[in-house]
């Protein structure tokens, strides 16, 4: 079981930075318009 819950942790972990990456996306456009402003 316990090993189970190690997963289910990671798997909501992960979920998690995925929706905050879902939610900056305006955040990474800017970055990768400065990006490429620089190069």
């Known amino acids: 079981m316990r090993i189970f819950n190690?997963?289910?942790k990671i798997y909501?972990?992960?979920w998690i930075l995925?929706?905050?990456l879902l939610t900056s996306r305006c955040y990474?456009?800017?970055i990768d318009a400065l990006a490429s402003e620089l190069k």
């Open 6 to 8: 190690c997963i289910t």
């Open 12 to 14: 909501k972990d992960s």
């Open 18 to 20: 995925f929706s905050n």
């Open 28 to 30: 990474a456009f800017t």
